[in-house]
């Protein structure tokens, strides 16, 4: 029997939610797995029919078209407000935001403390890659220390600046549903964030409050770095800061 | 239903949740606080979303989602907080959703104070927010006006996909006066076609305000303008009072126009010829009925409480027509109907002129009185 | 030891980011310097077939979910 005659079974493609479009991302920029993930676990879920998703303003603004479910697209920073609208009407609903890092936890600080106060019982996916992507590449709250960017051109200085923004401090004293962090770059992270954003939408519909995963992804263009450089920035840089695990609503290690 | 002594601030809580409301979210704001108060007791006990948000901007932004769902929604707010809410606003006209919007004017700019002022007309009827777009603006004179256009806000802005902002000041919302409520509507079954609710069979709803290309964006922005032009053909409201025979016509709206009135009533017991044109929309303006009595009468004045937001758009229909006088209270300040009698008086008694500016006169004789 | 699956690239979404190149534990892909996608990217390819497990690492990682995985169905016994 020659290779082309055994019969072959498919174990991963593409999920079918995932419109047929190529997003604008650039290359090795990891949006892409972030919308695959959370992709499969509305498949898995069967909650693709139930799901409606809030864009948030950032390189992820056209979302919405990448996905085939319903979707709004809110102002810069007020995802979770809007989300908090939708889930208030329709309580049976999958809601959920997708925002980044300047959007979240920069001009957004404000809504996203006020839903994570209330407990709204809605899933945000946070996309951390340390700088403002979509504008250029500016320094944001969660830019590293000594991180260039195009408006820290000598490298931030957090005495000036703030320390990079870390959720799991800063909400420490919410009674969310779920709190972790993982990273989109290699398998096992992948795989781990995965499990994550499952949890979060699981503990979401068990109205278990806000559940939140936040996601470090590299941004190869504004980092001035070759993809494969800019993965191994991420995990040896930005995990430093940024440290992945479980924070709140993990299971008992 | 009998009438009732209630609250202007209560009245049209109760107005809208028997209208229908669906969902609120506001933040606590002077003096317009017990609207949210009243519905944060009756909306949980009909079982319907409440929301008191970290600001206006959170509750504007909640009521841009709510609106999504294609449900009625509304929230309320004053002047500072109105200003805080105008980037919402703009989203949700961009987004063709519709909302009500309570605004109750207070004394500005700034932190101004909690005193009732119609300082907010230029931010409400002019935008306010950034593009173009426009919103249907009511401006009730009672707590019973306030009640009776409560129902038809939320009607006017699903028919059209727009906001429809009620806009009264705070003497209308702290105030009590006998008023008769609706009697409780069901709550819409139907749900908008455009509506978000889920993909079902692949069949996607996207509601967003953002358009790259900009030729797409001008048809867009073309079809809020063709709608306001159908607005503004069809919605039109006002009220006239004695002017069959006026010489002359004051124009103010809301408390303004209650209290010019006290004052046109005074000088037709006098035997002037004058009358009071109310606009109850301010938008769309009423320009038809402004336009055939400038060919009417001799003079105009126009009363608000505000340094001369309307009297602008009076002039603009009136073209230069006919003199147009002003008279104005500023940052919380209520005019009395006498003062408002001495200027009809000045207004009948001396020689009138287009030439020259109104409100530098105005400004001149404020100037003597307040020093 | 004979491959025990393969993949497909589709090079509409391929982007050349090189990312599951670096991630395939067995050396199976590199990009194709001889051609161009659409885009104008070279797109990533199997270069030592017979190394591929079907593991999927390359899909998980890839960041345009350009990737499907296939795996082979023997039967116990054959080659």
């Known amino acids: 029997m020659t290779l082309a005659e055994v019969p072959t079974r498919i174990v991963y493609s593409r999920p079918e939610v995932l419109d047929k479009r190529v997003t604008h991302y650039c290359p090795g920029c990891t949006h892409g797995v972030a919308h695959r993930l959370v992709a499969e676990v509305l498949e898995e879920m069967g909650e693709v029919e139930n799901a409606i998703g809030v864009a948030s303003v950032g390189c992820s603004v056209f979302i919405y078209n990448y ?10 920073g007020r995802a979770p407000a809007m989300a908090t609208g939708i889930k208030r009407l329709l309580p049976d609903r999958t809601v959920f935001t997708y925002q980044g890092d300047g959007d979240l936890a920069s001009i957004g600080m404000g809504e996203i403390v006020g839903a994570a106060s209330r407990g709204e019982k809605i899933t945000v996916i946070f996309l951390n890659n340390a700088n403002y992507g ?40 919410f009674d969310m549903g779920y709190l972790a962090r993982g990273a989109l770059v290699g398998a096992a992270n992948i795989n781990r964030a995965k499990k994550m954003i499952r949890k979060a939408f699981e503990k979401h519909m068990d109205n278990q409050g806000l559940c939140y995963v936040e996601l470090l992804s590299p941004c190869p263009t504004n980092w001035n770095l070759a993809p494969l450089k800019a993965k191994d920035f991420l995990l040896e840089e930005m995990t430093k800061h940024f440290p992945l695990g479980e924070f709140k609503g993990g299971d008992a290690k | ?97 519709p909302m009500v919007l309570v605004d109750v004017v207070r004394g500005g700019p700034g932190l101004g104070n909690i ?85 079902k069979n692949g069949d996607k709803r996207v509601l967003t305000s953002i358009n790259l290309d900009p030729p797409a964006q001008e048809v867009m922005n073309l079809r809020l303008m063709k709608r306001w032009q159908e607005i503004e053909a069809n919605e039109v409201r006002y009220k006239g009072y004695f002017l069959e025979d006026a010489e002359y016509v004051v124009v103010g709206f809301g408390t303004a126009g209650r209290i010019a009135l006290s004052a046109v009533r005074a000088a037709r017991e006098e035997g002037i010829k004058i009358g009071l044109l109310r606009p109850i929309t301010v938008a769309p303006f009423p320009i038809d009925v402004l336009d055939e009595l400038t060919e009417k009468v ?22 230069g027509r006919k003199p147009v006088e002003f008279f104005g209270r500023m940052g919380g300040v209520v005019p009395f109907p006498d003062e408002v009698l001495t200027e009809i008086h000045r207004l009948v008694g001396t020689p009138q002129t287009t030439e020259g500016s109104p409100r530098d006169r105005w400004l001149a004789r404020l100037a003597e009185t307040i020093g | 030891m004979p491959a025990k699956g393969y993949i497909e690239v589709n090079e509409l979404y391929c982007k050349a980011c090189e990312l599951c190149v670096t991630d395939c534990p067995y050396g199976v892909l590199a990009l194709d310097m001889e051609r161009l996608t659409s885009k104008g990217y070279h797109p990533a390819h199997m270069v030592q077939p017979e190394a591929c497990t079907g593991c999927g690492i390359c899909a998980v990682v890839c960041p345009d979910a350009a990737i499907t995985v296939y795996r082979y169905e023997r039967q116990k016994g054959e080659a």
């Not at chain 1, 479910?69 to 810069?76: G, L, W, Y």
């Not at chain 2, 003497?171 to 993909?199: C, F, H, K, N, Y």
């Open chain 1, 134 to 173: 979509m504008t250029g590449g500016q320094m944001a709250p969660t830019t590293l220390p000594g991180q260039k960017t195009t408006s820290s051109p000598y490298g931030k200085d957090a005495a000036r600046f703030g320390k990079p923004f870390r959720i799991e401090d800063a909400y420490s004293g």
């Open chain 2, 115 to 199: 005193a009732p002022a119609q300082g907010d007309y230029n931010q409400i009827v002019h935008g306010g927010g950034h593009g173009d777009y426009h919103m249907i603006v009511l401006a009730p004179a009672s707590v019973q006006e306030a009640v009776d256009l409560t129902a038809l806000a939320f009607d006017l802005a699903e028919k059209y996909r727009t906001i429809t902002c009620i806009m009264m000041d705070g003497s209308i919302g702290q105030m009590m006066e006998p008023a008769e409520l609706p009697p409780m509507q069901p709550l819409r079954t139907e749900i908008p076609d455009w509506a978000v609710r889920g993909a």
């Open chain 2, 298 to 319: 001799k003079a105009f004045l126009v009363v608000e409480m505000n340094a001369g937001q309307m009297f602008e758009d009076v002039r603009l229909v009136v073209r």
């Open chain 2, 1 to 97: 239903m009998a009438k009732q002594l209630i609250k202007g601030n209560t009245a049209v809580a109760e107005a809208a949740l028997r209208a229908g409301l669906e969902g609120y979210f506001g933040y606590p704001i002077t003096p317009q606080t017990e609207l949210l108060e009243h519905l944060s007791a009756r909306m949980p006990e009909l079982g319907r979303p409440f929301v008191q948000a970290e600001s206006e901007l959170g509750a504007i932004n909640m009521v841009y989602g709510a609106a999504c769902t294609g449900k009625r929604v509304m929230t309320s707010s004053s002047s500072p907080g109105v200003s805080l809410m105008m980037e919402g606003l703009s989203y949700i006209a961009g987004t063709e959703v």
């Open chain 1, 67 to 76: 996905f085939n479910i319903d979707f709004v697209e809110a102002a810069h």
